[in-house]
């Protein structure tokens, strides 16, 4: 089945420690994306990427970083820098980032600081 | 810039009756507007989106939206809500005025079904 693939589930980082969460989609999507949510804040875009070997920082991009050596593949690694690095983040592709077209999430990883 | 606000955080309704999610938006030129569903600990799921044309739009588990320009709302609606709808809806639009625009999320309504 074509979607989205985000590893793992669940993340444990102690501090001044940095981790990196996978994101890999089998849907030939250009674009894709890396979304930050807390409780009551909705969604914030961490990183979003165009096309390969090009990424643009979000509006929360302090403390993370991003690679997009391969089309199917858009790591995201959380920092020692970011320093309130526990909630929830979502991963998503879509075909076109300049049209109508829908964005597709994957199910979530949970990062927890321990 | 463009914004969307989802005006209550949590909607009641009892199993059967109709149901609406409140949705209202500011973009600059014309808008693309789109539903998610989240279920607890899980992903955002597609439900509907407005692209252009017909103003009331159909979309999965009998979920519908009207999109309203003049109002600018695209408002959430189901004619008989079911147990299993409990969730969070996140309404979502981007502007499609011309270059990168990213999507630009509510902070979503928590919708509670009772039986």
């Known amino acids: 089945d074509g979607g989205i693939t985000q590893s793992p589930k669940y993340l444990f980082r102690k501090e001044g420690q940095n981790v990196t969460l996978s994101c890999e989609q089998n849907?030939?999507?250009?674009?894709m994306y890396w979304y930050r949510q807390d409780p009551g804040q909705g969604l914030r875009l961490i990183y979003y990427?165009?096309?390969?070997?090009?990424?643009q920082k979000g509006d929360i991009a302090e403390g993370y970083s991003v690679s997009r050596e391969k089309k199917e593949s858009f790591p995201l690694t959380v920092t020692s820098a970011q320093k309130n690095p526990t909630a929830f983040y979502l991963c998503a592709s879509t075909s076109g980032a300049k049209s109508g077209n829908t964005i597709y999430f994957g199910e979530g990883s949970w990062l927890t600081v321990v | 810039a463009q914004s969307v606000a989802q005006p209550e955080d949590q909607v009641n309704v009892a199993e059967g009756n109709p149901l609406t999610v409140k949705c209202t938006y500011s973009v600059s030129g014309n808008p693309y507007l789109f539903w998610y569903v989240q279920y607890p600990n899980r992903g955002l799921q597609f439900l509907l989106k407005?692209?252009?044309?017909?103003?009331l739009v159909k979309g999965s588990y009998g979920f519908e939206a009207e999109f309203n320009k003049s109002q600018t709302s695209f408002h959430l609606k189901k004619p008989s809500a079911l147990v299993s709808d409990s969730a969070l809806y996140f309404c979502?639009?981007?502007?499609?005025?011309?270059?990168?625009?990213?999507?630009?999320f509510g902070i979503g309504t928590k919708l509670q079904v009772i039986p």
């Open positions: 990427s165009q096309i390969v070997n090009d990424f």
């Open positions: 407005y692209i252009t044309g017909d103003n």
């Open positions: 849907l030939n999507h250009d674009a």
């Open positions: 979502a639009v981007r502007d499609h005025s011309g270059g990168y625009q990213k999507v630009t």
